[in-house]
Each structure stands twice: as C-alpha cells, then as structure tokens.
C-alpha cells in the first residue's frame, strides 16, 4: 500500500507517463460487463489526520459525489465540468455556456404605453393598487415570460459516464481523496484497490478549449472503462471515428421546435491496452494510462460566444489540435492561463493550520459551524469565489449566470439565466476589487446587446427614449418587463448593470473605455430621464411607475400593493446613474446641454429618506410593511453597492441604515446574507458581517428553492439561495473584500471592518478605486504595513487606524505606509 500523505508534488509526479510493461498483469478486471454492475465499491477515506492541505486553497472529499452540489466544478468560462468521482461509476457531468433552448423574441407590448398617462396619474392620486391592476394588464411581456418556450433555459450539455470494473465482489477502495486545487484549477482523485494506485486528473482548459482528464495507475495494464454519453432528452450518440463518442442534438426553440444544436465529442488517448467502439458504448480495456479529450460547441451565434455555425467541424479541430500535444504540455498552458489571474491576489488568516481546516471540505463547514476557530474558511471562500469567476466568465464569452455555467437539468431552476434584480450583478461585485476587473467583459458585452432591444421595450412600454432592461434577460435578447408586474415591471435593470460599467471606469481609469461606456449610460439615462414626473407633496422628481425589487407595501386602507412612484432604489439608481452621465460627459467633454439637464434634475431627485421610527424609507411614503424581514435589502443600495450614504458622509443615513439591517435580520436566503454582510461591513461593523459570512458557510439544507430564508454551502461550497445559486458564492467574497478595504475614487480606507477573529492576516493583490493596488499585513488586528501602488498617479487620502493621511505618488510609483507611525 502506497502512503498516505500525498503532497502535490507527489501526485503531479506520478501522474507522469510510466511504462510499467514489466509488471505482471492481473486478471480480475477480465469480468464481463455485466458483473462490473453488480459490485458495490466498500470505501474507506484517507485518514484525514495525515493529509495535509493548504486550507484556503483546496476543496476535497474523502468519497464521491452523491449529488451534484459534492461534485468539483471545472471550467474555462465557456466549457464546465463537475466531476463526482465515482470509483464504480464516474459520472461528469459537461455544461457549455451557451446551452439555452428558446429563441429570439419580441415580447413586448406595443401599446401599452397609451396607459402609462393614466397609471402615472393614479400613482399621483395615491392610488396604487388601481394602478398595479393596469400595469398588471399592461406592463408585462407578452406571452409566458420567463416560464414560456421560447424565453427558453440554460441546460445541460451532457454527461460522461465512465463505468469502471469492480474488482469483483471484494472491490475495497482504501485511501480515496478527491481534491480540487484553487491555486492549479485541476482535480485529483486518487484511491487504492487491491494494490493499486488509481489517479484521476482533470482540467479545463482555455488556452486549448478542451476538457481532459487523465486516468492512470501505479501498475500497468489497470486502466480499464466503457463510457458513454447522454443528457435527459433530445440527444443522439454514436461512435466518433475508432475511439471516440459523438453526441449531438438540437433544442426546443419554443417555436417549430428547431432550436440551438450543440455538439460534444470524446477522444480517447491511451498507451497500452485496447479501446473499441460499439454503438453509443466505447470501451477501453488493459490500457496503462488514458488520456480524455472533450469538446464542446453550439451554433449559439448571439451576442457572445464561439461564433460558429458548425460546431461539428469546430469541435472536430479542438481535438484534432489538442491530440498531438502532450497531457503534460495541455497541463502547463490550462496552469499559465488560470494562473494569470488567479495569482494576481492572495489571501491569508491566522491560525492557519487549525486541526479543523484539515478535515475533508464537509466535514471542515461542519465544524466551523459550531466553532470560530477556522478562519480561514473565509479565506476558501474568498478564493473560491475568485476561482469560479474565472472559471466561469471569460472575455469573449457570455456572462455567468445564476449557476455560473453549472447546471445538470435541462429544467434549470429560475432559467438559469440573468436576473436582474440584484443576482447577475451580485455576480461581478469581486471583479474589480478583487483584481479580475478583465472579466467583467462578458457582462458588459451582455450589457451593450440590450440597447437595441431595450430601446424598442422603451418605446413600445414608455414612448420614452434610449433603452431600457427589466428584471430578467437571456442570451436572445429579452428585455420586456416579466410575465408578473409585482416582480417583472421592475426596470431596475439597464440602471443597476450600468453602475458596473462606471465603477470599472472608477477603478481602471480607462477613459477609451469610458468612452464607449458613456453611449450606453446616456441611453438609459434618457430612458430614467422621460420616465420622471413630479410627485405633488415635495415636488420631487420620481421615477413612475417603479417597483422596489419583490417586495411590497400595504396602504393605510389596508389593501397591497408592488406598484409605487419613486421607491428609494429607484431614485438612488438613477441618482446614481445621473451622477456618472455627467462626470463622464465632463471627462469626455462632450453633451454639455444633456450634461445640465441632467444636472438639473438630479438635484430634484427624491433623495433617500429616513422614517418615524429612524429607518431608511423603502417607498416615498411611510406605508406598513407586509414583510419586514423581506430578503431584498435594495433600498439600502445606496450603502452598498452605491456610495450615497456611508458613516463619514451621511451619518444619519448611516444610521438609519443600520436600523433597516436590524430590523430585517441576519437570516435569508444566500445572497441576501452576502448582501447583509457587504452592507455591515460598509458600516464599519467587521463582527456583524463576520456573524453573516459565518451563516453564509453552515452546511445548507436541501435543494427546495425558498424565500424566507436557507443560505448556507453545499459540501462543495456551492452556495445555496437554496437551491443553488452562484451569485452567493461571488457576493460573500465581495463582502469580505469590503472587510478589508474600501475605496471612493480618491479616499482608500484599509481594515475598515476587521473582525475580530481575522486578528492576523495578510493580502495582496486587491485593487482600489482611483486606479490603485493595494497589500497589506495586520496583526492583533492593527495594521503593521500596506503598500500601495498607483497606477494613475492621482492624489488620494488613506486611512487606517483612526487617522488619514493624504498622499500622491507618481503613476507607477509606490508607497508603503508603516501601521504603526
Ligand atoms: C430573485 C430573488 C430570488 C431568487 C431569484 C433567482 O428573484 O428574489 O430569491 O434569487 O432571483
């Protein structure tokens, strides 16, 4: 029996090609097919005390994967995998980012806009629910919306099954470990059985768009599989030429049922043994060491994406390329590609090797739920979400979606697509802060392709100019309200997804790509800009009709209603939006006269009020409150993600702010728990947004989506809405950022929001607006050192322990602040 401490070096260098030919070969994986079926794997884990591991870079498990939320998730931001690692039965399961049923659509209402007079009217007459009834009949798209064919859904691409010989009835497995390595973004397995060392190492990779997976062993001849591929439905595999399998199909449109084809081809690379092909079935038998190659493709020819009419001949050539290079040589091109980015920061926490961090990854959240001790739980997750957005958004591509690129249904829960409502955004808060501002591209690609159809929405909805984009879209192009006014009428969208395109400006200083950005601002600010009207009692300017995202108000006659004029998020939206429009036409120097309209009326925006009982106002009225602990928090986006209130600004707001967070709790569902926590960490409040985070990795509980509440990860630190849902995993990272930094484009605040059990820490690489990067050490929680580099060269004031300090240092020069001076 081999050892039981694998360092990484041990396993990178004996996953090399061996030629073991001399050792004797055994027989018992000679059993026919149907005996493999029959014999049940008995697994014994590696003894956790002896493996070692570095606790804020790996995810691992001491068996396979029952679920899908065990598995390790695998991509190169178009192609993913999730491997379950199976011993029996290795099941993987393939997703490409552009599997989406459903077509292009015009879903819009072309005369709804001759009702908007009188909905804005009764909106004026405080008659809400009268006016919801017609925006109701009105205001939605035509059709079934997010739940009709033709809006379609993201699916699955398809699954490998590899079904391996048992061994016979004996068939022990000892010393199984399945790890996923953030800092190389490849899984291993490894397990014993009768003697031998079996390994599984799988990547994917963008340099060479392939997934790979190699299996070998410590003896020769041991590598023995049938695979197959498939998915739920309309699917057809065959035999790919003499060593590999083809699946293909076409999905439903939700028109003549001809939609989207995809495409997704095996390869087999073995040395020694045999494989054959029978059917849908290929067989590998007796080989030493087998090399997979999976391509993917589909003729999704929309605003991102391969751009292929014939993902056929395009799949065909991924392979054709990839097959004459070496796995090794395939391995240090996916490392140098996925290293880029992911070195670019690093993250630790003191104590580091607590005996809790070296417990298999389900196991770790177990404990940790029950004992603080493991902060470096924060670190994982931290890294993880850096990990996934690279894995699941690069430029060129389509943005990630609710589930990032992993989905294994064809009936994806909401869709799969973007929501626009707080989760696609919540997706991209670490990219920039996080330094992984590049691949926020697929989102601003995204962004830029609904200005043709959110134009048309504009008009048909609200005769008003530019575009516009409500709470939900696709890659076709969806931009009507949804099929339910109390959600879908929201046009909170085209606004809150252009903070992401000044923010990049904020912390890029990229004025070439701010000048392109600047056209789509402009457009949906006209769209804000025709949609406000005056409220009689303050004469505000307020954005009519408007929604505060899901949630809902009772009236002091006791009815409900969604429908409100000028809800705080709207006007801090648009305030928001207003505000950028006229920085950059100043930078730019261009619109003045649009410059001073808006100027105008963003002085006459209804700002963000505080209410009887010391609260941030949801609606411009008092109203009751139906749900108080409601899980959307967007009245507070003026804390986070926007700048209007903070604690050295706008204390009252800040205050009130903090009333809100209270009485809304520190429950919800997963992203409303990373939304909480950003928002307390705004604050300056590092223990209340700890205590968040700490909820934000329990252990979750079932798949069943919920509203109330839930949160949580997964065993593979998916997190859970529940079900799961990506955008957790990106928004607790980003909480955690604003922990320990926060930034206005000349004012950078270092350990703003510190808890107390990150008492030591160290992190680099993390990126401040203004164009600046910042590293810093602490210890006892003070800082002992940062070093901050421009690459602007712009004046800025850096505070840290209660002082602030104003500094300019040349573009490219850097400076190190001593914590304790
Ligand atoms: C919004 C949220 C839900 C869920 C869904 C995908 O509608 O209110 O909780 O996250 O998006």
């Known amino acids: 029996m081999r050892g039981h401490i694998r360092s990484r070096r041990a396993v990178d260098s004996s996953c090399d090609w061996t030629n073991d030919s001399g050792v004797t070969m055994t027989t018992k994986f000679t059993i026919s097919f149907s005996l493999w079926v029959l014999a049940v794997a008995v697994i014994t884990p590696a003894n956790a005390d002896t493996n070692s591991t570095a606790p804020e870079t ?32 290795e099941r993987i399961v393939l997703n490409e980012s552009s599997v989406w049923s459903g077509s292009r659509q015009d879903a819009d209402r072309p005369d709804a806009y001759k009702v908007l007079p009188t909905i804005q009217k009764l909106l004026l007459e405080g008659k809400n629910p009268e006016a919801e009834a017609l925006v109701n009949a009105n205001f939605t798209c035509t059709g079934s919306g997010s739940g009709g064919k033709q809006y379609g859904c993201y699916q699955v691409l398809a699954n490998l099954h590899l079904s391996f010989p048992s061994g016979g009835i004996k068939g022990t497995v000892t010393n199984y470990r399945r790890e996923l390595n953030l800092n190389d973004a490849i899984t291993r397995l490894n397990y014993d059985r009768d003697g031998v060392e079996f390994r599984r190492e799988m990547f994917v990779s963008k340099p060479d768009e392939v997934m790979v997976l190699r299996l070998s062993a410590d003896k020769s001849n041991q590598i023995s599989f049938d695979a197959r591929l498939d998915r739920p439905e309309r699917f057809r595999t065959t035999g790919d030429g003499d060593k590999g399998l083809l699946i293909t199909g076409q999905l439903d449109n939700g028109t003549d049922g001809n939609g989207l084809r995809y495409v997704a081809r095996v390869r087999v690379l073995n040395r020694g043994g045999s494989v054959s092909v029978h059917q849908d079935i290929l067989t590998v038998s007796d080989a030493d060491e087998v090399v997979l190659l999976i391509a993917a493709g589909t003729d999704y020819q929309g ?128 990219a920039e802060v996080a330094n992984l501002s590049d691949l926020t591209e697929p989102l601003f690609s995204l962004i830029a392709s609904l200005q043709e159809p959110g134009a048309k929405t504009a008009h048909d909805y609200y005769h008003a100019r530019g575009w516009v984009a409500h709470v939900i879209t696709n890659p076709w192009g969806f931009t009507s309200p949804g099929e339910s006014a109390s959600w879908g009428s929201a046009t909170c969208g085209s606004a809150w997804l252009c903070q992401h395109l000044y923010d990049h400006y904020l912390f890029t200083r990229d004025k070439d790509f701010l000048k392109s950005a600047y056209s789509i601002m402009k457009g949906a600010a006209q769209f804000y800009d025709d949609l406000l009207i005056e409220e009689p009692r303050h004469h505000w300017l307020v954005v009519a009709p408007a929604n505060s995202p899901e949630n809902h108000f009772e009236m002091a006659d006791g009815r409900q209603a969604a429908i409100a004029m000028g809800p705080t998020m709207m006007q801090q939206l648009v305030r928001y939006l207003f505000g950028a429009c006229i920085e950059s036409s100043r930078i730019l120097g261009v619109d003045k006269d649009f410059r001073n309209e808006l100027i105008a009326k963003r002085e006459r925006l209804a700002p963000t009020q505080i209410s009887s009982d010391g609260r941030v106002m949801e609606w411009l009225e008092q109203f009751k409150e139906p749900e108080p602990q409601h899980r959307h928090v967007s009245h507070l986006w003026g804390l986070y993600p926007g700048d209007e209130i903070s604690t050295a600004t706008t204390p009252d707001l800040a205050q009130a702010a903090r009333k809100s967070l209270e009485v809304r709790g520190d429950d919800g569902v997963g992203w409303s728990l990373a939304y909480k926590a950003a928002l307390w960490a705004r604050l300056g409040e590092g223990n209340h947004a700890w205590a968040i985070i700490r909820k934000s990795l329990a252990p979750a509980d079932g798949m069943a989506i919920r509203y109330d509440g839930g949160g949580g990860v997964y065993p593979n630190m998916f997190d859970a809405c529940p079900p799961f849902q990506i955008d957790a995993n990106f928004g607790v990272p980003a909480a955690i950022a604003e922990m320990l930094l926060q930034s206005q484009p000349d004012k950078i605040q270092l350990l703003p929001a510190l808890p107390d059990a990150w008492k030591n820490g160290k992190v680099a690489g993390l990126r401040a607006r203004g164009g600046f990067q910042v590293d810093m050490t602490w210890q006892n929680g003070k800082l002992i050192s940062a070093t901050i580099h421009s690459y602007a060269g712009e004046p800025f004031s850096v505070s840290y322990s209660g002082k602030t300090v104003d500094l300019k240092i040349k573009k490219g020069a850097s400076v190190t602040i001593n914590g304790s001076e």
């Open 303 to 430: 605003f991102a994406g391969r751009q292929t009419k014939d993902p056929l001949g395009a799949t065909l050539e991924d392979l054709k390329r990839t097959a004459t290079k070496s796995f090794e040589s395939l391995r240090e091109a996916h490392v140098a590609d996925y290293q880029r980015y992911f070195n670019r920061v690093s993250f630790h926490l003191d104590p580091f090797d607590v005996p809790a961090a070296q417990r298999p990854t389900p196991q770790r959240l177990k404990a940790a739920a029950n004992d603080p001790g493991d902060p470096n739980l924060a670190a994982l997750q931290f890294n993880f979400g850096r990990y996934l957005l690279i894995s699941s958004s690069r430029p060129g591509g389509l943005p990630a979606n609710l589930q990032g690129i992993w989905a294994q249904e064809t009936n994806t829960p909401w869709t799969g697509d973007w929501h626009l409502d707080v989760n696609v955004q919540m997706n991209y808060w670490p």
């Open 58 to 89: 790996t995810i691992w498990f001491d068996a396979p994967a029952k679920e899908f939320t065990e598995s390790s998730p695998m991509g190169n931001g178009r192609l993913g995998a999730m491997m379950f690692g199976g011993v029996d039965d």
